[in-house]
């Protein structure tokens, strides 16, 4: 079992900037793939970003490329995600995901395709 602890949430204006923490604990392993998702109210949840278990590949959400940046610390079983530019439209919980994988280089995009998640985290954006 997986435990996914997210962190840094909270209240930033229009252009903003945040980095969200996630701190995984348990049966960790390094080929973990680590993944960000956000669900708006009313709205289903959806895919930010994703990362492969060397970083050697990132998978982003159209709507957040060349905003947020994902990335991971494997000493430190913590994935990131940095969130700069934001706007209202990125207000959400957001929530950290991890799956195993046993394929290199892989990234997962579904909700479907994560085992283990996080309570989430609330970002709010005010203009």
């Known amino acids: 079992q997986v435990q996914l602890v997210e962190s840094g949430g909270g209240l930033v204006q229009v252009g903003g900037s945040l980095r969200l923490s996630c701190a995984a604990s348990?049966?960790?392993?390094?080929?973990?793939?680590m993944g960000w998702f956000r669900q708006a109210p009313g709205k289903e949840r959806e895919f930010v970003a994703s990362i492969s278990d060397n970083s050697r590949s990132t998978d982003y959400a159209d709507s957040v490329k060349g905003r947020f940046t994902i990335s991971r610390d494997n000493a430190k079983n913590t994935a990131y995600l940095q969130m700069n530019s934001l706007n209202p439209e990125d207000t959400a919980v957001y929530y950290c995901?991890?799956?195993?994988?046993?394929?290199?280089?892989?990234?997962?995009?579904?909700?479907?395709?994560?085992?283990?998640w996080g309570q989430g985290t609330q970002v709010t954006v005010s203009s």
């Open positions: 348990g049966r960790v392993w390094r080929s973990d793939v």
């Open positions: 995901a991890a799956r195993r994988t046993y394929y290199l280089d892989r990234t997962y995009a579904r909700v479907r395709d994560y085992e283990y």
